[in-house]
């Protein structure tokens, strides 16, 4: 059986205990992601709110912001995880709302779809 992605929290409340007091210091995680894939964020009405290229190969776990302040010494990334800042392409806070997303792996070209919710 296949795995499925997902993103966590969700819902996402702004101003949790765990948030930054600046907009770029919150995160989204998705998990569960192929080795090398591309996540696309929509709104509702299909509009693109964002993307990104995840590359198990190269990514380090910037912006995992809980390991950056609490792990120590060198970090081992199962690959499998990307965090995501809520900021839209266009560099827009995300608003409150329901969004989709699609995560398509370069390597078969499935995609895998899902959903989240922001609270403010």
Known sequence: KDISVGVYPNPYRVQATWDGNLERDRKLYFFNLPASCE???????????????HDATSYQGEGIQWTEK????????????????????DDQALASGLYFYTVEDNTTGKVQRGRFLVIK
């Open 70 to 89: 609490f792990s120590r010494g060198n970090r081992v990334y199962a690959g499998g995880e990307h965090a995501w800042d809520l900021v839209t392409k």
């Open 39 to 53: 996540v696309r964020i929509y709104t509702l009405a299909g509009d693109l709110v964002d993307s990104f290229t």
